[in-house]
C-alpha cells in the first residue's frame, strides 16, 4: 500500500526562526511526486512546493526548501524566517500517478507560529 | 484564473436527506477530483475525473455516493439518505492532465453536517 506519514502532529517556531516538518513515504513506483500544502485554520488549501522524484536538486520557493532522501523516502520541509502567517496546518502528499491519478495525504502537521 | 470554486460552502442537514455539492474547476483544468477531509486528518481520494469520464472511485465511495461531470467542466457530487458519518469537508480540485508536474489546485470545500 502506498503511504505518507507524518511523524509530528504539532510542531512549534519563534518568529523569524526556522522549523523542520518531518514526512516520509512508502512506494515501490519509480515515478512518482512529492508535494507540501499548507491549509490555514477556515481557509483553502495552498500548495507550497513540489518535488519530482526523478530529480536530484531539492525544490525551493522562497523561504521553503526541501529535503528530499529519495533512498530513505523522507521528504521534509524547511521554513526559514518563519513569519506569523506561516501558522496553519501542513500535509505532505505523494501522487503516484501511474494506475492511479490520486494525491495521498499525511495526517498533517500543525505549526504555530510564536510571536 | 479564478480558481476552483465550490458551493455551498457548508450545508447542515438531517440524517436521511440527500445533498448535493457542486465544484467549477479552473476553466483550463481537464482533470477534476473530490476528497473527503474529516477532523484532524489529510484529504482522502473520492474520485476523479478526466473530460467528463469517471476514471478511477475509492472504495470509500459507497453506492450512496455519486459524482458527475456531465460537460467536462463543472462536477457535482451527490449523498443519498445522509449519515452522521458523513459529516466532514469535502474538497474539489482541479489539473490539467498535459502538465508532468500534476500540481492540484484546492477549491474552498463544502462542510457538511450531518445531524
Known amino acids: 500500500a502506498q503511504t505518507v506519514t507524518q511523524s509530528q502532529p504539532e510542531m512549534s517556531v519563534q518568529e523569524a526562526e526556522t522549523v523542520t516538518l518531518s514526512c516520509t513515504y512508502d512506494t515501490s513506483e519509480s515515478d512518482y511526486y512529492l508535494f507540501w500544502y499548507k491549509q490555514p485554520p477556515s481557509r483553502q488549501m495552498i500548495l507550497v512546493i513540489r518535488q519530482e522524484a526523478y530529480k536530484q536538486q531539492n525544490a525551493t520557493e522562497n523561504r521553503f526548501s526541501v529535503n528530499f532522501q529519495k533512498a530513505a523516502k523522507s521528504f521534509s520541509l524547511k521554513i526559514s524566517d518563519s513569519q506569523l502567517g506561516d501558522a496553519a496546518m501542513y500535509f505532505c502528499a505523494c501522487y503516484y500517478g501511474g494506475a492511479t491519478n490520486k494525491l495521498i495525504f499525511g495526517t498533517g502537521t500543525l505549526l504555530a507560529v510564536q510571536p | 484564473d479564478t480558481g476552483v470554486s465550490q458551493d455551498p460552502r457548508h450545508k447542515i442537514t438531517k440524517r436521511g436527506q440527500n445533498v448535493t455539492f457542486r465544484c467549477d474547476p479552473i476553466?483550463?483544468?481537464?482533470?477534476l477530483y473530490w476528497y473527503r477531509q474529516t477532523l484532524g486528518q489529510g484529504p482522502e481520494f473520492l474520485t476523479y475525473f478526466q473530460n467528463e469520464a469517471q476514471l478511477e472511485k475509492s472504495r470509500l465511495l459507497s453506492d450512496r455516493f455519486s459524482a458527475e461531470r456531465p460537460k467536462g467542466s463543472f462536477s457535482t457530487l451527490e449523498i443519498q439518505r445522509t449519515e452522521q458519518g458523513d459529516s466532514a469537508m469535502y474538497l474539489c480540485a482541479s489539473s490539467l492532465a498535459s502538465r508532468r508536474n500534476h500540481e492540484q489546485y484546492f477549491g474552498p470545500g463544502t462542510r457538511l453536517t450531518v445531524t
Open positions: 476553466s483550463e483544468h481537464n482533470r
